[in-house]
């Protein structure tokens, strides 16, 4: 891949407002794109987020943290509407519900020429009026790059389950690459076991499924092989931005294996086992750090190496 190749990745950035009982209330950037693209810089990969927020103390708050990881951000990301906040209520195991206030939509954007990734996921993918616009930009950038898609599913806010299933569906169709977690398949296939789910997708277009199963670790459905790796052992802090540093981590090692581009799609689909394996394993460690301390806070390159030199093609 050339040395100038870059991650987009589109979508919502907030503020977390996290709740514990018995504890203080916190305040952290977060937003499922944010944080994507925040892993993504911070394992030093080139990263572009498309995305808004308000001109107000949290919009400010939310560029000084993305700029400080180095994410490349619009000239014009405030607009007139406030930024977009999560109220997050953790249990005592440190998981996390969530109610959201916030608007989404996007200017017409192109596709720069450098990019061999796009990401997306969550509200920013499903949510109208901007969700229409993410999935035109995943089936316009399938030209150039690899799509990746990460449903992240917040029931409070994206509708009825039956519009999700389908819009969900659409993104999915348009994607190469999918990160589902099984709290997302409970709620969208309540029907149908996780696994089975999963590769039911991966019929649909993408070229690998990855379910996530929490402290059950996570399995990878390729068109060629299958793993399933345990997770890491690990002290919860909570699990804010788990998931997204999980995605960021196998972007990441994709892109070290050479697997990322338009042109590279027949290479991703017939990934075997051995490369299956490396990739679940470097994500799993990305999302073990991230649990491991509060807040959305995706692991550095120092923290996280890249992965070993790829396997022969």
Same mark, same amino acid.
């Given at each position: 891949?050339?040395?100038?190749?870059?991650?987009?990745?589109?979508?919502?950035?907030?503020?977390?407002?996290?709740?514990?009982?018995?504890?203080?209330?916190?305040?952290?950037?977060?937003?499922?794109?944010?944080?994507?693209?925040?892993?993504?810089?911070?394992?030093?990969?080139?990263?572009?987020?498309?995305?808004?927020?308000?001109?107000?103390?949290?919009?400010?708050?939310?560029?000084?943290?993305?700029?400080?990881?180095?994410?490349?951000?619009?000239?014009?990301?405030?607009?007139?509407?406030?930024?977009?906040?999560?109220?997050?209520?953790?249990?005592?195991?440190?998981?996390?519900?969530?109610?959201?206030?916030?608007?989404?939509?996007?200017?017409?954007?192109?596709?720069?020429?450098?990019?061999?990734?796009?990401?997306?996921?969550?509200?920013?993918?499903?949510?109208?009026?901007?969700?229409?616009?993410?999935?035109?930009?995943?089936?316009?950038?399938?030209?150039?790059?690899?799509?990746?898609?990460?449903?992240?599913?917040?029931?409070?806010?994206?509708?009825?389950?039956?519009?999700?299933?389908?819009?969900?569906?659409?993104?999915?169709?348009?994607?190469?690459?999918?990160?589902?977690?099984?709290?997302?398949?409970?709620?969208?296939?309540?029907?149908?076991?996780?696994? #089975?789910?999963? *590769? $039911?997708?991966?019929? !649909?277009? %993408?070229? =690998?499924?990855?379910?996530?199963?929490?402290?059950? @670790? &996570?399995? #990878?459905?390729? *068109? $060629?092989?299958?793993? !399933?790796? %345990?997770? =890491?052992?690990?002290?919860?802090?909570?699990?804010? @931005? &788990?998931?997204?540093?999980?995605?960021?981590?196998?972007?990441?090692?994709?892109?070290?294996?050479?697997?990322?581009?338009?042109?590279?799609? &027949?290479?991703?689909?017939?990934?075997?086992?051995?490369?299956?394996?490396?990739?679940?394993?470097?994500?799993?460690?990305?999302?073990?750090? &991230?649990?491991?301390?509060?807040?959305?806070?995706?692991?550095?390159?120092?923290?996280?190496?890249?992965?070993?030199?790829?396997?022969?093609?």
């Amino acid at each position: 891949m050339s040395a100038a190749a870059s991650a987009l990745v589109v979508g919502e950035a907030l503020i977390d407002v996290v709740r514990r009982p018995g504890a203080p209330t916190r305040r952290h950037p977060g937003g499922s794109g944010a944080n994507a693209a925040l892993g993504l810089a911070r394992l030093g990969r080139p990263t572009r987020l498309l995305t808004r927020w308000g001109g107000d103390t949290d919009g400010e708050i939310l560029h000084r943290h993305l700029s400080a990881s180095g994410v490349i951000l619009p000239g014009e990301v405030a607009d007139r509407f406030p930024t977009p906040r999560a109220e997050a209520t953790l249990d005592e195991h440190g998981s996390a519900t969530y109610e959201f206030t916030l608007d989404w939509r996007l200017p017409a954007v192109e596709v720069p020429p450098d990019v061999r990734v796009l990401h997306t996921g969550s509200i920013a993918a499903v949510y109208r009026p901007g969700g229409e616009q993410v999935l035109d930009l995943m089936r316009r950038a399938a030209a150039q790059a690899t799509v990746t898609y990460d449903p992240n599913v917040r029931p409070t806010v994206m509708g009825a389950r039956d519009d999700v299933r389908r819009r969900v569906g659409e993104r999915v169709a348009a994607s190469d690459v999918v990160k589902v977690s099984e709290e997302d398949l409970a709620w969208l296939e309540p029907d149908t076991d996780p696994a #089975a789910a999963a *590769r $039911a997708w991966l019929d !649909a277009g %993408p070229s =690998l499924v990855v379910l996530t199963r929490g402290e059950h @670790g &996570a399995v #990878a459905f390729g *068109r $060629a092989a299958k793993i !399933a790796l %345990p997770a =890491l052992p690990a002290t919860v802090a909570d699990t804010v @931005g &788990a998931g997204d540093a999980f995605m960021s981590a196998l972007v990441d090692g994709l892109w070290t294996l050479g697997l990322l581009g338009a042109d590279r799609r &027949a290479r991703l689909a017939s990934l075997p086992e051995r490369r299956l394996e490396r990739l679940l394993a470097h994500a799993g460690r990305a999302a073990a750090i &991230a649990v491991s301390r509060p807040g959305a806070d995706p692991p550095t390159r120092a923290e996280l190496p890249e992965l070993a030199e790829p396997d022969a093609a």
